[in-house]
């Protein structure tokens, strides 16, 4: 009996040191609702957190308050001056020269041990955010954190040859294999695209190119040559505004046909071998 009583206390002391909860302990996550970015990161924190049995309330920047009771994540700007100034009566150091894409990460006591993710601008607190996320899937709320990261390139991409249909099945000039083919449907599919694109951001990549001979014939209202859908491209082209990073498309010389990037309105690009531009419906 009395080595079963060891064991049970010895298991209780083990979660209490790990930072694991007991108990159904509550943790406040606080962003920006306007911020996809910050949707984005938060949600990814609230992941990590209910894997490790919290109870988790999501909140707007707004209601975040000195008299909130229980341990706290928050996502902001630093340059959100109500926000830094509770963290600095909290104990916390404001951050300084924070620019593009950077973040800094901060740790508070009193009243309650919180985690603040604080950006140079919304990139940044989306990656402060899945940076305290990532710190969580391994660590505790033991862990104390103040660091300031920025990157070293700013953009950072992945480049994928694309398989389109059978009138531009690949960039790369090989159309006798069988990966191409298998390929053709996940890329009409829209939640290759968001999983693909929510795992890039996960890694800090904010940037990719799509080669393909030449994507006239997928991207153009062509009905009665039974071409796809111009709506998916619509969708697809949409997407990289919620995690900020630029989309390209080249065609099979190199020439870039498209960008889109968050807040930039995408240009029109030109057809190859012709002077008359592609039609605005490409990606409106």
């Known amino acids: 009996m009395f080595g079963a009583l060891r064991v049970f206390f010895a298991v209780m002391i083990a979660g209490i040191s790990s930072g694991f909860p007991s108990a159904a302990e509550t943790v406040g996550i606080f962003y920006d609702a306007g911020s996809a970015q910050a949707v984005f990161a938060a949600n990814e924190v609230r992941t990590r957190l209910a ?25 902001t700007l630093a340059a ?41 601008d919304a990139n940044g607190a989306m990656y402060g955010g899945l940076q305290i996320a990532e710190n969580l899937k391994s660590g505790s709320f033991l862990d104390s954190y103040a660091s300031q990261e920025s990157p070293y390139i700013l953009r950072r991409g992945i480049r994928l040859n694309l398989p389109m249909d059978q009138r531009s099945p690949t960039y790369s000039g090989n159309n006798n294999g069988t990966s191409h083919q298998n390929a053709i449907p996940n890329v009409w599919d829209l939640t290759f695209w968001t999983s ?12 990719v190119s799509l080669w393909t001979d030449h994507p006239f014939t997928a991207m153009v209202k062509m009905p009665a040559a039974g071409i796809r859908s111009l709506e998916r491209n619509r969708n697809i082209f949409s997407l990289p505004g919620r995690r900020s990073y630029r989309i390209r498309i080249y065609n099979d010389s190199g020439k870039k046909l498209a960008e889109r990037a968050a807040s930039v309105p995408p240009p029109v690009p030109q057809r190859r071998h012709s002077k ?9």
């Open 196 to 207: 693909w694109f929510d795992e890039m951001a996960k890694n800090r990549y904010n940037a």
């Open 51 to 75: 894997g490790k049995s919290f109870t988790i309330e999501m909140s707007e920047l707004a209601k975040l308050t000195s008299a909130y009771p229980n341990k706290k994540i928050i996502i």
């Open 276 to 284: 008359r531009p592609w039609p605005r419906e490409f990606i409106s």
């Open 80 to 120: 959100n001056a109500p926000v830094i100034a509770q963290m600095v009566s909290e104990g916390g150091t404001a951050a300084t020269s924070l620019g593009e894409q950077a973040y800094a990460l901060r740790t508070t006591a009193s009243p309650q041990k919180s985690y603040w993710a604080l950006g140079g």
